[in-house]
Every structure is written in structure tokens, then in C-alpha cells.
């Protein structure tokens, strides 16, 4: 309770004494002063005059008492959970390689010159033909390389020594690749070029020449021996002086 309700309360049952007060007074006026009043009252019509004469009680007038606020934790609403989603977890997807690069394209290599076999010493190749030496061209050439110029040096020496009156032949031949014809003409042109350039040395001025031109008729098929094949077949004819 709090100090002005207290208050309104002790002013209240001061009130109330006042009144009782009054009402025995007003009853017992009459029996000690008669005729003070003119008649004497009767204790009904005293009770109603002091009824009316009591003050009215006052109202207290003031806030409402309030009672402490319960103090304590708040109580806290359960948050609702949603429902966990069922079935596998999805996977994160795997990172991805980084796709090869691809090689820079390399030059290509220089090729190196075919090797050319050194010439052969004379051979018989049956009782009338000595081999006295083979030049060798590069693929659809007929023209004398160096190469090509040192073997005919070296054969030079070979044909300054034979009887006069020997006739040497020149057997034109070309590689399989190619169509007939072509290695034909090919390998005509090859043996003619040797013979301009053994011409042109006094070593062979008594000697005689033949021209034959067999083309890719005698040539492998073994690509490892196609260099051997592009070549001018030098024999001399022995029964022929």
C-alpha cells in the first residue's frame, strides 16, 4: 500500500468517529435542554437529521495503488526450426583441371643431305663388263652435284688407262617413285650429263661412249635403297676393243 492510500484511509475513519459523535449528541439535546427545539425528538427523527447532516465521505482521489511488477527472466518463445531436408547433401563440384596447352608447332628440322656411297671398285659384272665407277644425283635431278664432280675426278684416272679404241657405256637409272616414263627421260638425261663432262678432259679422247637409259626398271623397292638408285652405271666393255 502505498503513502496516500494510507492517508485516504486514517481520513476516513476520522470521518466516521465525527459522525457518531453527532448522532449521540443530537439524541441526547432534547432530554437535557426541553423545549430548546419547541418538541422533543424522537431518537427516529434524531437518526434521520444526523443522517443528513453527516458529511459525505470524500472520495480519495489519487493514482490507483499499483502493485510491484513481478521481476524475472522474460520467457522466451521457442523459435520454430524447419524441417532438415533429407537425402544426400549435394557435392560441390570438383575443380575443374586446366586444360593442356598445346605444343608450339616446331619448324622443321633442316634436312641433311643424302649420303652418297662412296664409289665401288671395278667389279666384272659378267666376262665383258668391268664397273669402273657410279655418280650418284639427287631425287628428280640430273645435275652434278659436288659430290657428283669429286667421283668423276676419281674416275678419270680409271679411263685415261684403257686401250684406245674402249668403249665405255653409261647406264642412266632412277628410283622407283615416279611414273615409267618420266624415270625414263630421267635417267637419259643423267648419263648424257656425265658424258659432257668426261668430254671435257683429254683423258677421254680415245675412248668411245655409249648412251643407255633403263629408267626404274632395275630399282628396289626398299626406300633405304632409293639413294643408290638415282645413279649413272659406269662399265666398260672389254671385249669391245
Not at 78 to 89: I, L, M, N, Q
Amino acid at each position: 500500500m502505498t503513502v496516500r492510500g494510507l492517508q485516504a484511509a486514517i481520513v476516513g475513519c476520522v470521518a466516521l468517529g465525527v459522525a457518531d459523535l453527532v448522532l449521540i449528541a443530537g439524541w441526547l439535546a432534547p432530554a437535557a435542554y426541553p423545549g430548546l427545539e419547541g418538541e422533543p425528538r424522537s431518537p427516529s427523527s434524531v437518526a434521520s437529521r444526523s443522517a443528513s447532516s453527516t458529511p459525505k465521505r470524500p472520495t480519495p482521489k489519487g493514482p490507483t495503488p499499483k502493485g510491484p511488477t513481478p521481476k524475472g527472466p522474460t520467457p522466451k518463445r521457442p523459435t520454430p526450426k524447419a524441417p532438415a531436408p533429407k537425402g544426400p547433401a549435394p557435392k560441390a563440384p570438383a575443380p575443374k583441371a586446366p586444360a593442356p596447352k598445346a605444343p608450339a608447332p616446331k619448324a622443321p628440322a633442316p634436312k641433311a643431305p643424302t649420303p652418297v656411297p662412296a664409289p665401288s671398285a671395278p667389279t666384272a659384272s659378267n666376262t665383258h663388263d668391268v664397273t669402273l665407277g657410279q655418280i650418284y644425283f639427287q631425287t628428280g635431278s640430273y645435275s652434278l652435284d659436288e659430290q657428283a664432280n669429286k667421283m668423276l675426278r676419281a674416275l678419270l684416272e680409271k679411263l685415261r688407262v684403257l686401250p684406245r679404241g674402249s668403249v665405255v657405256e653409261l647406264r642412266g637409272h632412277a628410283d622407283v617413285r615416279g611414273e615409267a616414263d618420266f624415270n625414263r627421260r630421267l635417267s637419259r638425261l643423267r648419263a648424257i650429263n656425265v658424258r659432257l663432262y668426261l668430254r671435257r678432259f683429254s683423258a677421254t679422247d680415245h675412248l668411245r661412249f655409249r648412251i643407255r637409259h633403263l629408267g626404274s626398271r632395275d630399282a628396289s623397292q626398299d626406300p633405304r635403297r632409293w639413294a643408290r638408285d638415282r645413279r649413272v652405271h659406269v662399265v666398260h666393255e672389254r671385249g669391245s676393243n
